[in-house]
């Protein structure tokens, strides 16, 4: 009896042919560009014949390559029909993980969602996630998370470039109207987030004074209830605005900065990563609608609102 190859490998081939790129495959597929070529060489090997031409210009087809995946196209093309349809007849779950920002931003633009993602049960799960051991991880297709963007298992992209932090406060936390000096700063009281605990630290270290012992300090949970207790006027945060996307409860006038200098948070930016799971469409579905519907220039003053209806409401 003849051994098939196995179909991850024929996928990661397959894939790689139709696109003309191993980093593009791998994209599609939720896995690293490695993975790929390992599948693929793995092929190769098993068939006893080369299916790709490899060179400085990148992948060519072989002829034998060629016929393959125009083959194997058509096979993948009925199977995946096949899988839509079973899927159909029952609903797909996918469990989001997050902290508490994230999740809230995802679930009030729910209405939002195509037709096409409505036969998707989702379970939100709130958790702040600094590394890829996080116990709360296994029950997770998708995570939001701050920090570094390379986890094994994972497929990640970055929802921020290069973060920036500063202390914010409520406008009628500065009296005169003038900003703070750092000796004043310390006068106040600090309200410290464990999503980013250390970064009171950082900033001082970025001003190049060192950092003195606050009035008093505050410790909560995360960043969404750092804002509030500034917001409120219970104390100065050390909270991130991103690049193009500026701190919205600044640009809602709910904050301001309360020391002029923004300093830059290295290995502290933003990322979403789905699973690395084999032939789930639902993972990039979901991917997809976040980045075109929750997190774009677009939803900008969508976002700018709902800081100032939350302030209007507290």
């Known amino acids: 009896m003849t051994h098939s190859p196995s179909t991850k490998s024929l996928r ?18 939720h896995l690293t560009a490695s993975a790929v070529s390992r599948r693929i060489q793995t092929l190769e090997e098993e068939l006893g014949l080369a299916l790709f031409v490899r060179d400085v210009q990148g992948l060519t087809l072989t002829e034998a390559g060629q016929y393959y995946a125009e083959q194997l196209r058509g096979v993948f093309s009925m199977l ?12 797909r779950q996918l469990t989001v993980v997050g902290p508490a920002v994230v999740v809230q931003a995802c679930t009030d ?37 701050w920090g570094g963007s390379q986890w094994d298992g994972w497929h990640t992209k970055p929802i921020t470039r290069r973060t920036h932090f500063a202390p914010l406060c409520s406008p009628d936390l500065l009296k005169s109207g003038a900003l703070f000096s750092t000796a004043e700063l310390a006068e106040q009281t ?24 606050p009035k008093r300090m505050m410790k909560v949970d995360d960043a969404v209830i750092a804002g509030q207790v500034a917001r409120n006027g219970g104390g100065v945060a ?9 701190n919205f409860s600044v640009m809602a006038g709910a904050l301001t900065p309360a020391h002029a200098f923004h300093a830059y948070a290295p290995n502290h930016d933003f990322h979403i990563g789905t699973r690395c799971k084999d032939g789930n469409p639902d993972l990039q579905r979901f991917s ?11 939803a900008l ?5 709902m800081q100032r209806k939350n302030a209007e409401v507290r």
């Open 288 to 298: 997809t609608w976040f980045f075109e519907t929750v997190w774009n220039k677009d």
């Open 80 to 91: 995946d029909h096949a899988t839509t349809t079973v899927r159909s007849k029952e609903r």
């Open 238 to 246: 050390m909270l991130s605005g991103f690049g193009s996307y500026p």
């Open 190 to 213: 600090w309200i410290v987030h464990q999503t980013f605990d250390e970064a009171w630290k950082l900033w001082y270290q970025a001003l190049g004074e060192p950092m003195p012992t």
């Open 12 to 29: 990661a081939f397959e894939a790689a042919a139709r696109l003309g790129s191993i980093k593009a495959a791998a994209d599609e597929l």
């Open 301 to 305: 003053p969508r976002w700018i609102a």
């Open 109 to 145: 633009y729910l209405h939002r969602m195509g037709s096409d993602l409505l036969d998707i049960d989702l379970s939100f799960v709130t958790a702040l996630i600094k590394n890829a051991t996080d116990p709360v991880l296994a029950q997770a297709d998708i995570a939001f998370f």
